[in-house]
């Protein structure tokens, strides 16, 4: 229908999440009409980030720096680690700025449907890094699903023995929530963990 | 939040049809993901294409020739010019693989609201092919938006004095549709070009 470098083009686009054939079509079409002002710009962009960009040894985050620059920064707090399934959640935590610790990333979560066991996260690095003496608490951020429940309780049985504090996020009314739109569980542990006014 | 690198390709990807601020984080760290698979093979073919691909100066199709494949192409019905808005139009009439003739990609529709005028479409370059002895007739194809049918009505105008014949697209129940769930207008259209069974 066209030539192989459109195909080859849609193929590739196709793969992103959130873009089907047909949305992959649409977008190579947009890139094509915009050469200079996006299709070359954004084929340079995905280069560099190709050669640049390398995963932090201690924390997982991706940087161009190892150690990244979160694990680099001296004016981070030292005592606290939140440790975060992937790190599209480092960079949600970090946007909302009121975090000053370091990260941990696990890499996902434990899956016995998908065969993800301990030693495919990297749960072995958290553990050696909670047992340095600055270390005193450890946030587990992982996310409010069954899978990530499920991990969140292996690491704090796998913190057991390091002098650490284990804490996790609250639960409660998101932020501009309405009451009767949200789900049973949350409004339980909402009404649970009810504090003074 | 991240390295520049990684700000720069989201806020490239953002500018893609279908994503927006989040998805294209989602897409980035897609990509950085699959370095190998995705990242670099994606970049290489965004490079080949913004080198390759021409637009053609017969009928404003894309393609690393010019002409391009389908104008180039002796088998094609060289009477029929089939005329559509962009060439994503042109690649759905292909993917059909009913229509023999050839194309004309006008390259937008008359837009009195956002100043597009006659000069911004590739119409004088039809009104030279339609000229030509061997073309039979046009096929006005484009969307049955108003800008759409406004812009076949005009070129039905400047086509008056060539010796074509000048055809739409016919208007119907779309195959697989449900008339309870057609709107009036279709149903008119279609009970109007009724035709016997």
């Known amino acids: 229908m066209s030539s192989s470098e459109i195909d080859r083009l849609i193929q590739l686009l196709s793969k992103l999440p959130g873009l089907g054939p047909r949305s992959a079509r649409r977008a190579a079409l947009h890139l094509i009409k915009r050469r200079e002002s996006l299709l070359t710009p954004l084929a340079d962009a995905m280069h560099e980030a190709a050669v640049a960009i390398k995963t932090c040894s201690v924390c997982g985050n991706l940087d161009t720096k190892d150690p990244c620059a979160i694990c680099a920064d001296p004016r981070r707090d030292q005592a606290l680690i939140c440790v975060i399934e992937e790190v599209g959640d480092l960079w949600a935590l970090e946007r909302t700025g009121s975090f000053k610790g370091l990260y941990h990333v696990l890499g996902g979560?434990?899956?016995?449907?998908?065969?993800?066991?301990?030693?495919?996260?990297?749960?072995?690095?958290l553990i050696n890094r909670a047992r340095r003496p600055e270390v005193t608490e450890v946030i587990l951020a992982m996310n409010a699903t069954v899978e990530g429940q499920t991990t969140a309780h292996y690491i704090t049985d796998r913190l057991a023995d390091c002098d650490v504090t284990v804490s996790r996020l609250a639960h409660g009314v998101?932020?501009?929530?309405?009451?009767?739109?949200?789900d049973d569980g949350t409004l339980t542990a909402a009404l649970r963990s009810r504090r003074p006014f």
Chains 1, 2 share one sequence.
């Open 109 to 125: 979560t434990l899956s016995a449907l998908e065969g993800i066991g301990p030693d495919d996260l990297n749960v072995a690095g």
């Open 174 to 182: 998101p932020v501009g929530g309405e009451l009767d739109y949200l």
